[in-house]
């Protein structure tokens, strides 16, 4: 089988070297160049795209634009004056798929069949042979050209036999990449202006649930100084306008990702034409005023962050207040370990702890004074200053010497004005809130971002290893706070996105497990994602947390991005519509419930798909 190539650039020509030694292939490209290398490596020239056409059985593009590639099937010396039936082509540009099948209706018509198989990863990942391909047309032609894309990369996945599909697949896959990127961006800057070192930061969010593709590639590089990409911010621009037009052109709108484009284009018309989509960093670090890569005082203080350990498990009594869904979690994880002490107003949950081994205390000040170590887990920092400084509060049995661990999700002013109080009275606070959920607290793979003196942080340290050995030193007191409200911030943007964006393929006729296998491999996953999808298609939760607590926590995360000057625009955008949502539907719903508004936004059913 003979095969030709036409698209040389960046992208197309690591995909056609793929080919070379395996197929017999021959080229074409308007950069003779290009053309020239492929000539050095043993591949075929032809003179013209018509030429390539009569001499290959199968044709294949990548070119920039859809209108491309309409020019090189039916223009001058185009493909359609060599084609003849029974040739197929594969178009693999990332294009617009309601034109792409008005091209597929032409070439059948002349019995030539066309596939789009549109790829995501990057040009390292081609070269590699691992790039995400997305393949839809008809079956006959895929089974013909499979053996082809699979020579390109083992990473090949059928998106139904509709032509268009697979670069509809794309455009999701690309709008959540944006979407999340300009989040992820954004949310760190306020972590960054607010004190935290962007290595603390990428390592946290990598061990929480609000991992995604930015964070686990274009972070780490960023730390350490180098490129993750070198995609050109233009054609992101041209992807995330393509999706959000097939949002429109279906009736689903895409708020968050119109940010997105807003900012992508502010990128482009500020920085220039020639900007690559690393360059958005520059970006968000002039509207932030601040820089992510860490500086010399920033890194130092990172590398500092391993707290070496000065008590053991078993040395420290240990008393916890707050029996919520995650406190009792907590608990019980510390109870495989250790006697724990208990506290909550509310005497059945004490009593099914008990009834576990935990020790009920018949007070605060007694839990207080049985205790080397308290930790707390409340609704917000409120609620621990009650429980701390209260009528008949912890403050009652506290002595110079205890340590308070405060593992609410809190305003980290607050928790910082608490402990300068409790300072006095010789007492430390360490903040250690967590991230994960009850199921991952009883399983111990809890991310816990611990803050304070770093002597009381390596003397607890056992203690919260003994929850998960994921914990993460994030600084002075009240650090741990903001970092666990940069990662809710990203998990909540995480969320929303892919809702947003599952909502647009769906109602352009996308399948729900075609979105999920492939964004699950390729830039767009997010470890939200992952979860969200598969309680989107069967129901059930994917979190236990109540809106009114995700409400909470993004208030919070915008403030401190307000009074350190970091515009968080998606961040924000997300938090009113997570406010919108919690009017709806009530504060005591589930943020499982979310997906119901952007069902009826959409006019869509996520179970039908």
Same mark, same amino acid.
């Given at each position: 089988?003979?095969? =030709?190539?036409?698209?040389?650039?960046?992208?197309?020509?690591?995909?056609?070297?793929?080919?070379?030694?395996?197929?017999?292939?021959?080229?074409?490209?308007?950069?003779?160049?290009?053309?020239?290398?492929?000539?050095?490596?043993?591949?075929?020239?032809?003179?013209?795209?018509? /030429?390539?056409?009569?001499?290959?059985?199968?044709?294949?593009?990548?070119?920039?634009?859809?209108?491309?590639? @309409?020019?090189?099937?039916?223009?001058?010396?185009?493909?359609?004056?060599?084609?003849?039936?029974?040739?197929?082509?594969?178009?693999?540009?990332?294009?617009?798929?309601?034109?792409?099948?008005?091209?597929?209706?032409?070439?059948?018509?002349?019995?030539?069949?066309?596939?789009?198989?549109?790829?995501?990863?990057?040009?390292?990942?081609?070269?590699?042979?691992?790039?995400?391909?997305?393949?839809?047309?008809?079956?006959?032609?895929?089974?013909?050209?499979?053996?082809?894309?699979?020579?390109?990369? $083992?990473?090949?996945?059928?998106?139904?036999?509709?032509?268009?599909?697979?670069?509809?697949?794309?455009?999701?896959?690309?709008?959540?990449?944006?979407?999340?990127?300009?989040?992820?961006?954004?949310?760190?800057?306020?972590?960054?202006?607010?004190?935290?070192?962007?290595?603390?930061?990428?390592?946290?969010?990598?061990?929480?649930?609000?991992?995604?593709?930015?964070?686990?590639?274009?972070?780490?590089?960023?730390? /350490?100084?180098?490129?993750?990409?070198?995609?050109?911010?233009?054609?992101?621009?041209?992807?995330?306008?393509?999706?959000?037009?097939?949002?429109?052109?279906?009736?689903?709108?895409?708020?968050?990702?119109?940010?997105?484009?807003?900012?992508?284009?502010? =990128?482009?018309?500020?920085?220039?034409?020639?900007?690559?989509?690393?360059?958005?960093?520059?970006?968000?670090? $002039?509207?932030?005023?601040?820089?992510?890569?860490?500086?010399?005082?920033? *890194?130092?203080?990172? *590398?500092?962050?391993?707290?070496?350990?000065?008590?053991?498990?078993?040395?420290?009594?240990?008393?916890?207040?707050?029996?919520?869904?995650?406190?009792?979690?907590?608990?019980?994880?510390?109870?495989?370990? @250790?006697?724990?002490?208990?506290?909550?107003? @509310?005497?059945?949950?004490?009593?099914?702890?008990?009834?576990?081994?935990?020790?009920?205390?018949?007070?605060?000040?007694?839990?207080?004074?049985?205790?080397?170590?308290?930790?707390?887990?409340?609704?917000?920092?409120?609620?621990?200053?009650?429980?701390?400084?209260?009528?008949?509060?912890?403050?009652?049995?506290?002595?110079?010497?205890?340590?308070?661990?405060?593992?609410?999700?809190?305003?980290?002013?607050?928790?910082?004005?608490?402990? /300068?109080?409790?300072?006095?009275?010789?007492?430390?606070?360490?903040?250690?809130?967590?991230?994960?959920?009850?199921?991952?607290?009883?399983?111990?793979?809890?991310?816990?971002?611990?803050? =304070?003196?770093?002597?009381?942080?390596?003397?607890?340290?056992?203690?919260?290893?003994?929850?998960?050995?994921?914990?993460?030193?994030?600084?002075?007191?009240?650090?741990?706070?903001?970092?666990?409200?940069?990662?809710?911030?990203?998990?909540?943007?995480?969320?929303?996105?892919?809702?947003?964006?599952?909502?647009?393929?769906?109602?352009?006729?996308?399948?729900?497990?075609?979105?999920?296998?492939?964004?699950?491999?390729?830039?767009?996953? $997010?470890?939200?994602?992952?979860?969200?999808?598969?309680?989107?298609?069967?129901?059930?939760?994917?979190? $236990?947390? @109540?809106?009114?607590?995700?409400?909470?926590?993004?208030?919070? !995360?915008?403030?401190?991005?307000?009074?350190?000057?970091?515009?968080?625009?998606?961040?924000? !955008?997300?938090?009113?519509?997570?406010?919108?949502?919690?009017?709806?539907? =009530?504060?005591?719903?589930?943020?499982?419930?979310?997906?119901?508004?952007?069902?009826?936004?959409?006019?869509?059913?996520?179970?039908?798909?």
């Amino acid at each position: 089988m003979k095969v =030709g190539y036409i698209g040389l650039g960046a992208m197309g020509a690591p995909l056609a070297q793929r080919l070379i030694g395996t197929y017999d292939l021959c080229v074409w490209d308007i950069n003779t160049a290009a053309v020239a290398e492929f000539e050095k490596l043993g591949a075929g020239v032809a003179s013209s795209a018509a /030429e390539l056409a009569y001499r290959c059985d199968v044709l294949m593009l990548c070119l920039p634009r859809t209108e491309n590639v @309409r020019q090189v099937i039916f223009g001058a010396q185009g493909l359609a004056q060599g084609l003849t039936p029974g040739k197929i082509i594969i178009d693999q540009t990332s294009g617009v798929p309601e034109q792409t099948r008005d091209i597929a209706r032409q070439l059948e018509a002349k019995g030539v069949a066309m596939i789009d198989a549109p790829v995501a990863g990057g040009v390292a990942a081609a070269r590699a042979g691992k790039v995400t391909i997305m393949v839809s047309g008809p079956d006959s032609a895929y089974q013909t050209v499979s053996p082809i894309l699979h020579a390109i990369s $083992s990473n090949v996945f059928r998106c139904g036999e509709r032509v268009g599909d697979g670069q509809a697949i794309k455009l999701v896959n690309n709008v959540m990449n944006a979407a999340c990127r300009l989040a992820t961006l954004e949310i760190v800057a306020m972590g960054r202006k607010s004190g935290l070192p962007l290595a603390t930061l990428t390592d946290l969010l990598n061990k929480s649930t609000a991992r995604n593709r930015i964070t686990e590639t274009m972070l780490p590089a960023i730390v /350490e100084g180098r490129a993750a990409t070198n995609f050109a911010l233009p054609l992101m621009v041209k992807d995330v306008r393509q999706a959000i037009e097939l949002g429109m052109n279906a009736g689903a709108p895409m708020p968050v990702s119109s940010i997105a484009l807003g900012l992508l284009q502010t =990128g482009v018309n500020t920085l220039g034409q020639d900007a690559r989509l690393e360059d958005v960093v520059k970006l968000i670090e $002039s509207m932030a005023g601040t820089r992510l890569r860490d500086d010399a005082m920033s *890194m130092s203080m990172s *590398m500092s962050t391993s707290t070496a350990a000065t008590a053991g498990r078993d040395e420290l009594t240990v008393g916890y207040v707050g029996l919520g869904a995650m406190g009792a979690a907590l608990v019980r994880r510390l109870m495989k370990f @250790r006697k724990v002490q208990v506290f909550d107003v @509310r005497p059945d949950i004490v009593r099914d702890l008990e009834a576990d081994g935990a020790v009920a205390a018949s007070d605060l000040p007694s839990l207080a004074r049985d205790c080397d170590v308290i930790m707390i887990c409340v609704p917000d920092s409120t609620v621990v200053r009650e429980v701390v400084f209260g009528k008949g509060g912890l403050r009652e049995g506290l002595a110079a010497g205890k340590v308070v661990i405060d593992q609410t999700t809190g305003d980290p002013s607050v928790t910082r004005q608490t402990a /300068e109080e409790l300072r006095a009275l010789g007492v430390a606070l360490v903040d250690a809130p967590v991230s994960g959920g009850p199921s991952g607290a009883q399983a111990g793979t809890v991310a816990i971002m611990c803050s =304070g003196a770093q002597d009381v942080c390596a003397r607890v340290r056992p203690l919260l290893e003994s929850i998960s050995p994921n914990v993460v030193y994030c600084g002075e007191t009240g650090y741990g706070h903001i970092a666990k409200l940069v990662k809710n911030a990203l998990g909540a943007c995480n969320r929303l996105i892919a809702y947003e964006a599952v909502a647009m393929g769906i109602k352009n006729g996308l399948k729900l497990r075609d979105m999920e296998k492939v964004i699950n491999s390729g830039s767009g996953w $997010s470890a939200t994602f992952e979860r969200v999808v598969p309680v989107l298609a069967a129901g059930g939760r994917s979190a $236990s947390l @109540r809106l009114e607590l995700m409400v909470k926590d993004l208030r919070l !995360a915008c403030e401190t991005a307000m009074n350190c000057g970091a515009p968080m625009l998606i961040a924000n !955008a997300v938090r009113n519509a997570v406010e919108a949502g919690a009017n709806e539907l =009530g504060g005591d719903a589930n943020i499982d419930e979310l997906a119901r508004l952007f069902e009826a936004r959409a006019g869509i059913t996520f179970a039908a798909a």
